[in-house]
């Protein structure tokens, strides 16, 4: 439980930390709230020669209005995700799916942006951005790109950031209730601060007694966050009813591959994403 | 009441005074440094010039040591020292096993550190001692080691086989004993089998005791202090006392040159009940060394390597009679040792053996048990020990056997259960149970819970097919505490005894310190103690100090287990108390110039009968003493006291528990809807430490039912390494709890305490798994596996069977959590 030695250094300005990152050599880590990156490097696991530290830069926390998008700071803390106004507004269910993150410590350091860069399959962040659609800021050495999250999550723990680079933002889409959107993030754990079995991140967007789009993300049904395409689709211009929310849901699992562990095998989890979708849909739908 | 033969006071049931402080709810006094941590804990002892000690442990469960080159670690930075098994093998002896149940039980013995043969994961391989923990744990990298690996023992059943591959080289089989007991044999029953020929009804089940760890707060942790050839030891330990009598026959350092202090200590369990192989061997190297040594283990290590608990596959026959009357049980054990006999590791299922006819009136019994070695680390005591065991199976098959009836499951322990007017009874096991009220505890808890519109509801919900079905569940339980007499403990070949000690020191300003054998860890002796005294001498609460845990300030001792300490502890502090106030009368009566039998003691005050305004309060005899200008010819200017307390049976706390449980079908997740318990736990000294005491145990006894399980892999690696999958429960996964009480005095202690620290822990496990299967046996289940995984109670519903086995159903899958293995892969991602 004691990190092998590294060298440390706190840059505050995004182009610090890029060029720190590209002294650093092959074995850089870039240190976010270290809620995922230190326990590694105690147990050794994980021994990089150098450590990036962003919790200096200041100019990648908070949240701030673009248009009809909110961009969010990649150094933004769980814990500030859970008081900002904009995104009690306007993100609904990222806040939902925070608040069933850990717990108030680990919330108060966690960033949002690490969440996201670690990709954990069992995370409950990914999920949601990606069924938000939302888009990745991405900094490197040749400048600034951005990668919708479709792309962002590859693989198991891997995503689109490329050595030397930072996550330094995310935008997303304001869904608001005044529009129609309700929202849902449905965790299922065996214990109340745990990390998802399975969970389902739904918005739903109703007009007149009907639904006219549902986004649906599914958390630890795949090496990565997944859409559930096909019950997102079969929700478009449905009444909103018990009955077409649970016929949908009755396609949540399709093309998934969870994985076999100790809390779950895979048949269970996927009987657990259409229940829990079922659940979560309703609610977002109100029903 | 005592065996102690002591002219000095007259052995006679004692006095307690009136009541004033007993019974009140004080705030411990010991809590606002324990919370703050403004205290003493062994990791923050720093001594001049004290190294650091780190363990490198073995990643294979069984397998010959090949090869071991330590000689890069020793040149790395600021290490001092490099030790493998071969450089100690000749001093290490074995760690203690002091309770050989059986004449022929196998030890095959326990190296601290191993020397050619590993036996389960995490065995301590070598040690790097260095000047920093840093730099001993870094050193650890340098140690090249290569293991020939052997064919790794885990299953039980398996192992007993013939033909099973063996843990030990040196046994002929796994198995290292085979425990008797004979109901027909010991003459406190009839012929079992008989019993079983001529029943009615019969019922068998196996019920699986999934392995547990203690996991207590504070790690395990270790400083020793040599100078010139006398030790200090200080160690996060419950058995301050047992230690030290372990650790110099262990290592040969006379008992009067080892100190061994336990200062404050966070938790237990029954976990700190050892003799550990890191004790042992921080004093072999500060021997070797001559400098302090410290080692604390990481909670890897200690999930890892520190003694687990349970383990235990029962076979359970339950013989009744049509109408319900209970005609015989047979019990058959596999009791996992685990790759070694650590201190009490063969005893705890033996103890258990007495408790499995529970409350009830049965005429015959029979219980067997193996002790099996496994390629496991070793098992041992953890709260209850052995009694949860027992209990959870008698309490489970006894709602089967109800089922099997067609009678209700309270309905059945009611005609079956001791009566009030039968105590004292001696049970078929031959215990002597001395007190208590069975129905009454029973309907205090049908109220608490609210049963009756519990049922209705149950019953609504099964009509509506609602998704969440209801279940209600019950535990009516005894367990024998306030370990325990000496002589029982001699008779089941025990290594010590059960007495316990207390001394009492006035001090010149009247402050009173009390001292203790027994040893707290969380318990809040503190308190209780000094109310007791309060009490007994008529002094101020907080006129009161309670010393403990420290082998040269506290010489006698039998440590904390078992819920002994108020029981034994207890009553040896009011013995003390008792002796003080008899030599305080002597030296009261000559300054009073009054006769010792015209004095009478109360509040604290000597006065004259008949006299007045003639009087001296103790507190002023104590400064009297201590001026000693003026005392009477022919007695020893002092006041203090020691006295020793050896009971004559054991204390049997009962009381009736009560789970009503919500499961989601369509999950399987399983949710306690309300807990109602109502226990006797004798005399309440504080009620506030007794409720805390319950709610604490509940929460481990519920979490076995519900939440932990360690886990090996077909390799022997714990998965379940970190809490990320050994799930312990926190508040949030607890409901509240509602709790009463029954008062039935003990009459095996003038106090009347019966001891409450394993109560809620034994109790609440099968009145959880009964509460599950009843809400949900009218879909066909009727065995549940503990811990009830939402998965398994699904599978379990939709599937049939127990819900299966989690190691079998991902041995052939990843067999780690994804988020472990995310953790464990974290810095393999393509972010940098
Ligand atoms: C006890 C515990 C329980 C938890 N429970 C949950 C849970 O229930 N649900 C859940 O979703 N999460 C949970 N987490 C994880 C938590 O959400 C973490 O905060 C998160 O996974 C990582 O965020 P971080 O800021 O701590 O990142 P760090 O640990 O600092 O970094 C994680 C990884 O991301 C990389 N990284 C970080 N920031 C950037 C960046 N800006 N650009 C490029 N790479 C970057 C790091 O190099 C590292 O590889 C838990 C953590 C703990 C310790």
């Not at chain 2, 506030?688 to 481990?700: F, K, P, R, S, Y």
């Not at chain 2, 994804?818 to 991602?829: D, I, M, N, P, V």
Request: proline share 5%.
């Amino acid at each position: 439980m004691i990190p092998a030695a590294f060298a440390y250094s706190r840059p505050t300005t995004v182009e610090e930390a890029l060029q720190a990152i590209a002294d650093g050599g092959d074995d850089v880590k870039v240190l976010a709230g270290g809620q995922s990156l230190i326990p590694v490097m105690r147990l050794r696991l994980a021994a990089p020669e150098v450590v990036v530290d962003l919790t200096r830069v200041e100019g990648l926390r908070g949240v701030r209005e673009e248009g009809d998008q909110l961009v969010v700071g990649a150094m933004t803390t769980h814990a500030d995700v859970l008081t900002d106004p904009l995104l009690a507004q306007y993100a609904q269910l990222l806040v939902q799916a925070t608040e069933t993150v850990a717990d108030r410590q680990v919330r108060r350091r966690g960033t949002f942006g690490g969440a996201l860069a670690h990709a954990d399959p069992a995370g409950d962040l990914p999920a949601v951005a990606l069924a938000l659609d939302a888009e990745f800021v991405i900094a490197g050495p040749a400048g600034r790109r951005t990668v919708p999250a479709s792309e962002f999550f590859v693989d198991y723990l891997t995503t689109a950031l490329e050595e030397g680079e930072l996550l330094v933002e995310i935008r997303l889409p304001k869904l608001a209730a005044a529009d129609g959107w309700g929202v849902r993030y449905e965790k299922f754990t065996r214990v109340a601060q745990a990390w998802s079995i399975v969970a389902v991140a739904a918005a739903v967007r109703r007009e007149g007694g009907r639904i006219t789009e549902a986004r649906i993300g599914l958390t630890n049904m795949g090496p990565t966050p997944l859409r559930a395409s096909a019950t997102e689709a079969a929700l478009v211009g449905v009444d909103v009813s018990l009955e077409t929310v649970t016929a949908a849901a009755a396609q949540a699992a399709e093309g998934t591959s969870p994985s076999n562990d100790l809390n779950a095998q895979a048949d269970y989890r996927q009987h657990l994403a259409q229940v829990l979708t079922r659940r979560a849909l309703a609610a977002a739908a109100g029903l | 009441m005592t065996a102690v033969e002591d002219p000095a006071v007259p052995d006679t049931p004692v006095d307690l005074a009136p009541a004033k402080e007993i019974g009140q709810a004080r705030l411990r006094k010991e809590d606002a440094r324990l919370i703050t941590g403004e205290t003493q804990w062994t990791d923050n002892i720093v001594l001049p010039g004290m190294l650091h000690m780190a363990m490198l442990r073995s990643p294979v469960a069984h397998g010959r040591i090949t090869h071991l080159d330590v000689s890069a670690a020793k040149d790395r930075p600021n290490v001092v020292a490099v030790f493998t098994g071969a450089d100690l093998a000749e001093e290490q002896g074995s760690l203690p096993c002091a309770w050989p149940v059986t004449p022929d039980m196998v030890n095959p013995g326990h190296p601290s550190i191993a020397v050619d043969q590993v036996n389960h994961v995490g065995e301590a391989v070598a040690i790097v001692v260095a000047r920093t923990r840093t730099a001993a744990a870094d050193a650890l990298e340098a140690i090249d080691v290569d293991y020939e690996p052997l064919p790794v023992v885990l299953d039980m059943e398996e192992a007993v086989k013939d033909g099973s591959p063996l843990v030990h080289d040196s046994t002929s089989s796994n198995t290292s004993y085979h425990f008797v007991f004979d109901a027909g044999e010991a003459g406190t029953g009839g012929d079992t089998d008989q019993a079983f020929a001529d029943a009615e009804v019969t019922v068998s089940r196996r019920f699986v005791q999934q392995r547990l760890i203690p996991a207590f707060m504070e790690p395990r942790s270790v400083v020793v202090q040599p100078t010139r050839d006398n030790y200090t030891m200080w160690s996060a330990t419950q058995i301050p006392h047992i230690l030290r009598v372990m650790a110099a026959s262990v290592t040969g350092i006379p008992e009067h040159k080892l100190r061994v202090i336990a200062p404050d200590v966070g938790g237990g369990f029954g976990g700190k009940l050892q003799v550990n192989p890191e004790e042992i061997l921080a004093l072999l190297v500060a021997r070797r060394l001559g400098k302090p040594i410290k080692w604390t283990e990481t909670r890897g290590e200690s999930l890892m390597t520190a003694h687990h608990g349970r383990d235990q596959v029962q076979f359970v026959d339950i013989a009744a009679d049509r109408d319900g009357t209970v005609r015989g049980l047979r019990v058959r054990l596999l009791a996992s040792m685990g790759a070694y006999l650590r201190l009490i590791t063969p005893g705890v299922p033996a103890l258990g053996a007495f408790m499995f006819p529970g409350i009830y009136k049965f005429p015959a019994y029979r219980f067997e048990c193996d002790g099996v070695f496994t390629n496991m680390v070793p098992t041992d005591a953890y709260r209850g020990a052995g009694r949860p065991e027992a209990t959870f199976a008698i309490e489970r098959i006894m709602d089967e056997l109800a089922v099997e009836l067609g009678m209700d499951p309270l309905e059945l322990r009611r005609k079956n259960w001791i009566n009030a007017d039968e105590f004292p009874f001696t049970t078929v096991a031959g215990l002597e149970y001395d007190s208590g009220d069975y129905a009454q505890a029973t309907s205090q808890a049908l109220e608490l819970l609210g049963y009756d519109e519990l049922r209705a509801e149950q019953q609504r919900r099964r009509e509506s097919n609602d998704p969440v079905q209801l279940g209600i569940g019950f535990s009516t339980f005894t367990e024998m505490c306030g370990l325990a007499p000496s002589r029982v403990l001699g008779s089941l070949s025990f290594g010590a005894g059960g007495w316990e000690s207390a001394s009492i020191r006035m001090l010149p300003t009247g402050k009173v310190e009390v001292v203790t054998g027994s040893t707290p860890h969380g318990q809040g002796h503190e308190t209780a103690w000094s109310q007791i005294v309060a009490d007994q001498l008529g002094v101020p609460f907080e006129d009161v100090e309670v010393l403990h845990g420290d082998t040269a300030i506290s010489s006698r001792g039998l440590d904390t287990y078992g819920s002994r300490s108020l029981v034994v502890g207890g009553t040896a502090v009011v013995k003390a108390a008792e002796k003080v106030v008899q030599k305080a009368r002597a030296i009261a009566a000559h300054l009073l110039e009054a006769s010792e039998d015209d004095l009478e003691f109360t509040d604290g005050k000597f006065s004259v009968k008949g006299t007045p305004g003639a009087s001296i309060g103790i507190q002023e005899v104590a400064l009297a003493v201590f001026a000693a200008h003026d005392y009477p010819e022919g007695i020893e200017p002092s006041i203090d006291s020691e006295a020793t307390f050896d009971p004559e049976n054991f204390s049997f706390p009962h009381g009736t528990h009560i789970c009503a449980m919500e499961i989601d079908t369509e999950t399987g997740f399983a949710k306690i809807r309300k807990y109602a318990c109502v226990d006797d736990v004798g005399t309440i000294v504080n009620p506030l430490i007794v409720e805390g005491q319950v709610h604490g145990g509940l929460a481990q006894g519920i979490a076995q039912a519900m939440f932990e399980e360690a886990i090996y892999d077909a390799e022997g690696n714990l998965t379940t390494g970190s809490f990320v999958d050994y799930l312990i429960p926190s508040a949030a996964d607890l409901p509240h709890f509602d709790t009463g009480n029954t008062v039935h005095e003990a009459t095996s202690n003038p106090l009347g305490a019966k001891g409450v620290g394993e109560a809620g822990c034994i109790a609440s496990t099968p009145a959880v798994v009964n509460a599950a299967i009843d809400a949900v046996r009218h879909l066909g289940v009727s065995e549940l596996r503990m811990p009830l995984t939402p998965e398994r109670v699904w599978r379990a519903i939709h599937e049939g069977g127990d819900g299966g086995d989690r190691a079998a159903a991902t041995s052939n899958a990843q067999g780690v959590t994804s988020s472990e293995a995310a953790t464990a892969s974290a810095t393999e991602g393509d972010q940098q």
